[in-house]
């Protein structure tokens, strides 16, 4: 049999979900405090939703200032009129969830990720190394991460050759979404009163990874989550899903369900982005919840700065007052977010200084 992180026999929760089991296994099951009916989830917010008008140039003015509120009041807003094309979007959802419908089971495991280093490339379910007493909560979510740039890290004979343009999908909607991500650096920048090259150079060459998630039914979508709270490790998180819905955001202590909106691109601010804006703009923290009935599926591309690269807040932003978080080494934040677990923002908040 073959094991998954932390030597655990892999199962995969698809599996047991086709096994129509009227309980969840323990693994699976949260702890009171973080279960989904713990807060009442009836804020009534939504997260902002914000026309890029293909970024034409005589719409960036305002463009900057909504933006900025957007990323001080939430850390996450939807985009439309992006630039992408709406079919590659619908395509790269399509093509995940053929894979994980259509192909066998013993297919998609030829494709496991490697159990003994954590973010490595394939096919898995578990995203935390096991800690002394294993009291790792599993979440309610297989997946497939695809190593996409630098092009050095690009290996499509990695990824699933069926559906037959799966690989030649992913290939082009990392393309895409590294331009966007990027505009999107230079305008977040830019709303700052910083150079719009800024955030961008902080990071330096982006790591992008894409990871299409599938959160099968759940028979106890109370006592589980298909993805614990946390805020994302790098800089900036594109996600598209599809129209189940599940996606939360932590608001003034109060979970926001983000509606899924037809056709836009959810961007999510991660903690390197809080560093380099010395606060200024906050990481958001956000989960996802299961449900009795509907599989679902998001995709979201992380872009990331290299393992070698140190953050620390912007000298321009900090003049005269202090920085609020001590320089990191980016490798490092990685693996003590893999082994502590995320829990929230608990890895940015050790950085914090004073």
Avoid at 58 to 77: E, N
Avoid at 314 to 324: N, Q, T
Wanted: aromatic fraction near 8%; glycine fraction near 6%.
């Amino acid at each position: 049999m073959e094991m998954e992180v932390g030597g655990e026999p892999m199962v995969r929760v698809q599996a047991i979900a086709e096994a129509k089991l009227s309980q969840v296994p323990p693994q699976y099951i949260q702890p009171p405090h973080n279960r989904p009916n713990h807060h009442s989830s009836t804020a009534t917010a939504t997260i902002p939703t914000i026309d890029l008008f293909e970024f034409n140039p005589t719409h960036l003015p305002s463009l900057r200032s909504t933006i900025a509120q957007a990323c001080t009041d939430y850390g996450a807003f939807h985009v439309t009129n992006h630039g992408v094309p709406t079919k590659l979007l619908r395509q790269i959802k399509t093509t995940g969830l053929t894979f994980f419908n259509q192909s066998s089971i013993d297919d998609k495991l030829s494709y496991s990720c490697d159990p003994h280093s954590f973010a490595s490339q394939g096919y898995g379910s578990r995203m935390l190394l096991s800690d002394e007493n294993d009291t790792v909560v599993l979440d309610w979510r297989d997946y497939f991460d695809h190593h996409t740039f630098p092009l050095s890290r690009r290996d499509p004979s990695r990824w699933p050759h069926f559906p037959e343009n799966y690989r030649e999908t992913v290939a082009s909607y990392s393309d895409e979404m590294k331009g966007l991500a990027q505009k999107l650096m230079g305008l977040i920048s830019e709303s700052l009163g910083l150079r719009g090259s800024y955030i961008e150079e902080a990071v330096g060459e982006l790591y992008q990874n894409i990871t299409i998630s599938y959160y099968p039914p759940c028979p106890q979508p109370d006592l589980t989550l298909g993805l614990q709270p946390h805020s994302d490790m790098g800089a900036i998180t594109l996600l598209i899903q599809d129209d189940v819905g599940g996606l939360e955001v932590l608001k003034d202590d109060q979970w926001i369900t983000v509606d899924p909106l037809s056709d836009a691109i959810l961007v999510i601010l991660a903690d390197q982005t809080e560093i380099i804006t010395n606060g200024k703009y906050r990481s958001a923290v956000h989960r996802a919840v299961t449900n009795a009935t509907q599989a679902r599926l998001s995709v979201a591309t992380f872009h990331d700065p290299a393992k070698a690269v140190k953050i620390s807040p912007s000298s321009e932003l900090v003049k005269g007052a202090s920085p609020r978080y001590r320089e990191v080494v980016y490798g490092d934040y990685v693996s003590s977010w893999y082994t502590k677990g995320p829990d929230g923002k608990r890895n940015i908040d050790s950085l914090l200084l004073n």
